[in-house]
């Protein structure tokens, strides 16, 4: 049978190019997880995926509580669940003022983090039952919540710190960083790609022996023409795709992240569980070294155990 996964944010950028790589294999079925459902409708089209290789379903990560709808839609479906990419996020690196989620959490972590935290753990039991023989549940990191790179050191840098304004909610009444800090969107995102690498860690060290699923995470190269830079400054649109493409060389198509996405969705040879994946320039694909803060077990621990309370696991 084709194997079906789930990709969270398929309506633009990484998402929608690795949904289109899935569904030109012919070995997928994408349910493309997506808070825009005309919007992806249209994008699947404009990509030229058919009707038979994809399925859009509404989730809202800004909510617990459609996070929560996703995962009884999908059981109604009793379609299997054989592979979870955690894709979609938000970036607002010129917000002055911190937004929040429908359950009041600051936007970046809120999203990225805690939305796919709640989809990645209640997913598991399906992904558990089902017999595909390589089930895998990838959450998209960045190079720029990894401090031992040139661009993950760019100020103002991940740093988690001892979680103290996480563990008060990160609402905005003690702080919206998880640190405790003061507000900085940019910073705020970079914080949110640690917590999904370390996060991915996490569920290898706890669920990869039981249940065989492999989890990854991976930094598919920069990707600068995508939505992601949507609200920044018009001269850093303007500018960020040829200085990554010629400066940093960092520089990325769309098609080709997308494809990146999809060897760690179903190649046979990136089926190893715990890995960051990246690329190399001549696009082989290779194990990569997290940062220190991104590698640390403790800290994955207790950033587990605050965001189930927060969510409502614990
Ligand atoms: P895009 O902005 O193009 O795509 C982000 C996707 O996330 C969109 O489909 C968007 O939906 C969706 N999304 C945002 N908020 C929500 C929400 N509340 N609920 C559901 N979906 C939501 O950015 P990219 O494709 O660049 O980003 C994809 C991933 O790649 C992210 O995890 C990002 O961190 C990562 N990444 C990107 C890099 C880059 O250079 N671009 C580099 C490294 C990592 P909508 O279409 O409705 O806005």
């Known amino acids: 049978r084709k194997g079906t996964a789930v990709v969270t944010g398929a309506s633009s950028g990484l998402g929608l190019a690795t949904a289109k790589a899935l569904a030109d294999t012919g070995k997928w079925h994408v349910i493309m997880a997506c ?12 990509v030229g995926m058919s009707k038979e290789d994809y399925t859009v379903m509404h989730l809202d990560l ?15 479906t009793e379609r299997p669940l054989d592979v979870l990419v955690c894709n ?12 929040f989620t429908a359950e009041g959490f600051e936007l970046s972590v809120g999203t990225n983090h805690l939305g796919h935290f709640l989809l990645s753990r209640l997913l598991l039991d399906d992904l558990k039952k089902s017999d595909y023989p390589s089930k895998r549940m990838i959450i998209v990191g960045s190079i720029t919540g990894n401090t031992n790179t040139l661009a993950g050191n760019v100020p103002p840098k991940a740093n988690l710190g001892d979680l103290r304004g996480l563990a008060s909610g990160l609402n905005g009444q003690n ?35 039981e249940t065989g699923v492999t989890f990854a995470s991976l930094y598919p190269g920069c990707i600068a023409t995508t939505g992601l830079f949507r609200e920044h400054i018009p001269l850093f649109r ?3 795709p040829p200085f990554q493409k010629y400066i940093t060389k960092g520089y990325v198509s769309e098609e080709e992240a997308g494809k990146r996405l999809a060897q760690v ?23 990569n070294q997290l940062s220190k803060e991104a590698s640390d077990a403790e800290k994955a621990k207790k950033l587990w155990e605050v965001s189930e309370k927060l969510v409502g696991l614990a």
């Open 62 to 76: 800004a909510s617990l509580e459609s996070v929560k709808q996703f995962v009884d839609n999908y059981r109604r």
């Open 265 to 287: 969705v179903s190649d046979p040879s990136l089926g190893k569980s715990g890995v960051y994946w990246s690329w190399n320039n001549n696009s082989s694909s290779f194990e």
């Open 88 to 99: 979609a996020a938000v970036y607002q690196p010129t917000a002055k003022e911190p937004s």
């Open 238 to 240: 303007l500018l960020f």
């Open 175 to 209: 702080s919206s960083m998880i640190d405790g800090g003061e507000y900085d969107g940019a910073k705020a995102y970079k914080d949110s790609k640690v917590c999904n690498m370390l996060t991915m860690q996490e569920l290898h060290r706890r669920y990869h022996e």
């Open 35 to 46: 808070r825009n459902f005309l919007k992806a409708e249209k994008a699947a089209k404009s």
